[in-house]
């Protein structure tokens, strides 16, 4: 009798506890409450969905903040409509990066509120690749500040079969981004390859829609070039080492070696190997491991003599390279955050936040009709923002184009140059 | 007559295929596993003229292979032991190794540049802190969850192993977070010591080998030591 109390105490416990953690932890900012719906003077939710957890935290930490700044230099409204923000997490501490099922749970969570006119997201492209679909049924705009995979918005060289149509069950679009795709960036990082003397590369990537998307970008610009690529191969991410594949490329003679990925699929440990077995070759990345979890050795990041051999491409420039508003954007975020030193992506969670506020503002009390929100968007046209001047294209890509070239020095990514990529 | 030539043919039938469903059981897994490096080799001497990039696989999974074997070993004692399968064991490995690195890089602060003698003494210090802690580790993990349970059915200290999984992978996670953690190459893993028909055989791959080769012995020492007087060893 007293064990079947017990057990009924028992499941009782656990249902409470259950019910407790589905009320989530999810961390609410902005603007004050208030009836949403139609009409001004209502309240509109913006979310955000970036990996919280992992290597890239302290980018999408930096990101969250510059989304906050925005809102708070706008006093928490757009226009008339208060705008209420928070923040969701698409990763989990067992994996360190993103999964699927977090995005999925938060695209369906933002999807079910009536009020969500904007969500910003994801980080990742492979997530994007579960959100769009979810999203472009209800459909709400999203926009994304850092995916860079071609086949999310168009079927140019570097996407996959059946994209990006996939992604688009409704055939209509609400997803746009405000770098540049990878089109710009694998043009680019075979144009920085060629300048510093490659003659012939070797091409890893981590079989995710952006590495091996962006792999495919690289493999076609290098033989524009007149790159010889050696070779073009998946790996396993959760691997324990990778010196069989490093042998590899040893023995295809090359001087030069990409990873095409991002840093939580064994990117370090890569990277040391290959650098153990071909000791004179230089060694380049994507803007998937142009963060701190790579760069320094303190987070887990490669070591100092590793890194003296990477560069890294990134869409992200040098404060002076932005126009004046960017330049005080990098002010304003040292002066509200302490932070000599920003991330350079806090500046495009900062321009994706602003342009959710100034499209709402100019809609009025439009703002949380959905689908003007969405036209508005892709009607996007000579934006002067912190980025600098751009349009929003009718696949919803910018025509942003510049990429910031890093070396690594002290565990921190230190600008060199802006690439122009060569694209023919 | 015909009768008894069928009775004679029915027998003769039966044993043959019996042969052939023998050979099948005891050998077709390994011949389906061949499958793979037999048609990767056939590739390799159509593209390169050679073996090589096959052998170099080989030994990297000879090598790999050789620190599951010692994981394994782990799981097989326990089980051999006390009839449970510890679905804790890979995260007490996870532990130590993170506190092995901790050790070695964070206490004593070998690197790469420390001397060799310095490295040697370094690292043999580290195993002795890794089999402590691993093994103090799963002392505790007995007397608290599983000793308990040791008149229980045999799920409910199933059960318990895939709990203390769950509080071990979570602690992991909180002490060094979700990303991978890199250590320095102190034993110059990728360092080739010699050649053979162009495979190169590295520090790692000796260094794996040995110690999986010496770790049973000394593991069957122990127990034999240690073992109940009378029970064979």
């Known amino acids: 009798m007293r064990v079947r109390w017990l057990a009924v ?65 706008a006093g928490g409204k757009a226009g008339e409509t208060t705008i209420k923000y928070t923040s969701l997490d698409d990763s989990t501490a067992q994996a360190g990066s993103w999964t699927p099922e977090a995005v999925g749970a938060n695209a369906r969570k933002v999807a079910g509120d009536d009020s969500a ?6 980080f990742n492209s492979g997530g994007s690749a579960v959100s769009i679909p979810i999203l472009n049924e209800v459909p709400i705009a999203q926009i994304s500040p850092a995916n860079t995979a071609v086949g999310l918005t168009s079927d140019e060289p570097g996407a996959d079969k059946g994209e990006p149509e996939k992604y688009y069950p409704t055939g209509e679009r609400h997803y746009l981004r405000i770098v540049p795709k990878d089109t710009i960036q694998g043009a680019a ?11 012939k590369a070797y091409i890893l990537n981590d079989k995710e829609v952006y590495g091996a998307g962006l792999s495919r970008n690289v493999e076609i610009s290098a033989k524009a070039q007149g790159l010889e690529v050696a070779g073009n191969e998946g790996i396993d991410p959760k691997a324990p080492n990778f010196r069989s594949q490093a042998a590899t490329i040893k023995d295809a003679g090359v001087d030069c070696f990409l990873f095409s ?26 803007d998937g491991v142009a963060e701190s979890g790579f760069s320094d050795p303190k987070e887990g990041g490669i070591p100092a003599d590793v890194a003296s051999k990477v560069k890294v491409t990134v869409a992200t420039l040098a404060p002076d390279e932005y126009p004046p508003e ?24 900062y321009e994706a936040m602003k342009l959710v506020l100034d499209t709402c503002k100019q809609l ?33 890509d910018t025509t942003l184009t510049d990429y910031g070239v890093y070396s690594i020095e002290g565990g921190e990514l230190k600008y060199e140059e802006t690439v122009k990529a060569e694209t023919g | 007559m015909e009768a008894s030539t069928e009775a004679a043919r029915g027998p003769v039938r039966a ?16 011949a389906v596993l061949l499958i793979m490096p037999v048609a990767f080799g056939l590739n390799d001497l159509a593209t390169d003229g050679n073996l090589t990039r096959l052998g170099n696989n080989l030994v990297a999974g000879l090598s790999n292979g050789a620190i599951w074997a010692l994981i394994a070993l782990g799981y097989t004692l326990v089980y051999g032991i006390i009839e449970l399968i510890n679905f804790a064991h890979g995260e007490v490995f996870m532990i130590g190794s993170l506190v092995t690195a901790a050790w070695f890089w964070g206490v004593i602060g070998l690197t790469e540049e420390t001397a060799i003698l310095g490295l040697i003494v370094g690292l043999l210090a580290s195993l002795v802190v890794a089999m ?23 799920l409910a200290p199933l059960i318990t192993a895939v709990g203390m999984s769950f509080i071990l992978q979570n602690v992991g996670l909180l002490w060094k977070g979700g990303n991978q953690q890199g250590v320095p190459d102190l034993v110059d893993a990728q360092h080739t010591l010699f050649t053979v028909f162009g495979v190169t055989i590295e520090n790692a791959d000796i260094l794996s080998v040995a110690v999986t080769i010496v770790m049973p012995k000394t593991v069957k020492s122990v127990c034999c030591a240690f073992r109940r007087s009378g029970t064979p060893c």
């Open chain 1, 9 to 73: 105490f028992a499941c009782l416990l656990g249902a409470f506890a259950l019910g407790m953690t589905a009320c989530g932890d999810d961390d609410d900012d902005g603007g004050g409450g208030g009836d949403s719906g139609g009409g001004g003077g209502g309240t509109a939710n913006v979310y955000s969905s970036l990996p919280l957890q992992g290597a890239s935290r302290p980018q999408t930490t930096a990101m969250v903040d510059g989304i906050k700044l925005a809102l708070d230099q």
């Open chain 1, 117 to 122: 006119i904007a969500y910003i997201g994801e």
């Open chain 1, 189 to 199: 990082l075979a144009t920085v390859m060629k300048k510093d003397g490659c003659t």
């Open chain 1, 261 to 286: 990925g991002i840093t939580a699929n064994g990117a370090v440990q890569l990277y040391k190997d290959v650098s153990a077995a071909v000791s004179d070759a230089k060694l380049y990345g994507p």
């Open chain 1, 326 to 349: 960017g330049q005080k954007f990098f002010d304003d975020f040292s002066a509200k955050y302490g932070e000599q030193n920003p991330d350079p992506y806090a500046i495009y969670g």
């Open chain 1, 364 to 396: 009025g009390s439009d703002c949380t009709d959905r689908q003007k929100m969405i036209d508005a968007l892709f009607a996007t046209k000579g934006r002067e923002s912190v980025l600098g001047t751009y349009d929003i294209d009718e696949n919803g």
């Open chain 2, 15 to 30: 044993n043959a295929w019996d042969r052939v469903q023998k050979y099948i059981g005891q050998y077709g897994l390994i």
């Open chain 2, 132 to 154: 402590l802690t691993s093994g103090a580790l799963n002392v505790m993990i007995e007397r608290v969850a599983y000793r308990p349970l040791r008149s229980a059915p045999k």
